[in-house]
């Protein structure tokens, strides 16, 4: 789906935010991209929609080269949902704010009210359809930023830091439903700090810093090694700081989730 | 010695139709590390701009009950008096931040206060030290990352040491390390300094450890409020969709079900390990 092919970048004030980066996503994946302030991470992301050309090597979506086309055409096929809420909102209300896309792309009238009601209702901002944003709390309006890019329906959707400013039961919400989009095909990208978020959900994980990929591989595999995680300014996830605290018990060490770690530790007490 | 007291506390938007804080009566003693959790939109934000009186005096509004901080009755005391006493670090780091350095951001503060030059400077320094930003200092605060941004916000009221420190989110942008550095230096400050802190966050897995305090709020009520082992291991807490630690979480499940009993509820996985240790090793 995305080709990241040998690509530096380097934004005009100087900072080498990318170095010879080269990644490929496939088609229904399920990619986190972790590391320290700084890393290149949201850099990275911004080249999957154009927002950003690579200073050298090249971008490929769907085979298409990001510098041969437009974020316009781009954005049809990869949704973005920004850090900051507040970069992407400007309308009077929720509804006319998730509207503005699908008329953008062309929806009639009768598809778009029938979008945006389906986005409210799975973010659960049903009551906020005629609020405005900015009267809404730091966490809602990332919802509704985040309801924006999926009432388009576009093939990947890159989320970058998603779970900031959400409490648990909605990034509990948060985690179905990215699973639930993942196994209906949709390519999902998100950048996170979140360790336990990112623990439960188990996507595949690639580790950045300093402008590089320092690792590429399953949750299991990244998230229960400290230290590749320590160079990349991530703390090893709960669950797992138990299991390798007790490692010389015979625990295995690489359980990364409540659910498993329940099991485990509930098997060993019941059989002691 | 309470240093934030409010009663009754009421607060309602201009132009909204319910209060967004709703008869809060607490009480936060002097030199206390407390922590403001509950869902997204339940009012901790609107809770805290009454604390250095951005409410009611910059967002006007309906605002009724008793609110007095540091001695100072809200209502009654202009803002720029307030913020020698109460600092805010705001959610959004790119609300704070405007000057077109680092080190000119964090010096605006004390520039007000008509600091002389070279005490300003020391004051400056320590508090990009603190936070980690040094290097940072000539870059423009926009052209960095959020968590760089957030460090400079943190700067910024570290300067003006004031008795009460009221962070909003203060990490949401910082990696997991970057965090647990904050939250140590916003500590050192709590225990070195005596400074009241008062950190609103949902990242409890990080932030509970810290903790002499947490107040749960829902729907711009107070629905908790006490000792974070109390406020965490309670139902109430759960059911709401506190983000409780996974360690605690771990331990609830395994004591429902009568496989582990302790009277000092795990917080931390330090905590948790060598409570199983003990278990498995008896």
Known sequence: ?272 | MAIIRTKGLTYTYPVATKPAVDGVSITIEKGEFAVLTGPSGCGKTTLCRCFNGLIPHFYRGDLRGQLQVTGLDVKETPIHELALHVGLVFQNPENQLFALSVEKDVAFGLENLGMPRNEMQKQVDYALETSGISHLRLKAPHELSGGQQQRVAIAGIIAMQPEVMVLDEPTSFLDPLGAEKIFKVVRALNQEHHMTVILVEHRLDLAARYADHVIVMDRGKVILDGEPKDVLSSEKARLIGVGIPKVTLLYQQLAEVGLLKTNEVPLSSEEITALLRGVLND
């Open chain 1, 1 to 272: 789906m995305i080709r990241v092919n040998q690509v530096s970048f380097t934004y005009p004030n100087g900072t080498e935010a990318l170095r010879d980066v080269s990644i490929n996503i496939q088609d229904g994946e399920f990619l986190a991209v972790m590391g320290q302030n700084g890393a290149g991470k949201t850099t990275l992301v911004k080249l999957f929609n154009g927002l950003l050309k690579p200073s050298s090597g090249e971008v490929l979506v769907d085979n298409v080269d990001t510098k041969e086309t437009s974020v316009a055409k781009l954005a049809r096929s990869v949704g973005f949902v920004f850090q900051n809420p507040d970069s992407q909102l400007f309308c009077e209300t929720v509804e006319e704010e998730i509207s503005f896309a699908l008329r953008n792309f062309g929806f009639d009238d009768l598809k778009v009210k029938k979008r945006v009601t389906w986005a409210l209702n799975l973010l659960g901002l049903t009551e906020y359809r005629a609020t405005s944003p900015f009267m809404l709390s730091g966490g809602e309006r990332k919802r509704v930023a985040l309801a924006s890019v999926l009432a388009w329906d576009p093939k990947v959707v890159v989320m970058d830091e998603p779970t900031i400013g959400q409490d648990h039961r909605q990034k509990e919400r948060l985690r179905q439903f990215i699973i639930q989009l993942n196994s209906q095909g949709k390519t999902v990208v998100i950048v996170t700090h979140d360790v336990e978020f990112v623990a439960e959900c188990a996507p595949r994980i690639i580790l950045m810093s300093s402008g590089r990929i320092v690792a590429d591989g399953t949750g299991k595999e990244i998230l229960t090694d400290p230290t590749t995680l320590t160079k990349a300014s991530i703390v090893v996830p709960q669950i797992t700081q138990i299991f390798l605290g007790l490692s010389d018990l015979g625990f295995p060490s690489d359980v990364i989730d409540l659910l498993s770690a329940k099991e485990i530790i509930s098997e060993r007490l019941i059989s002691r």
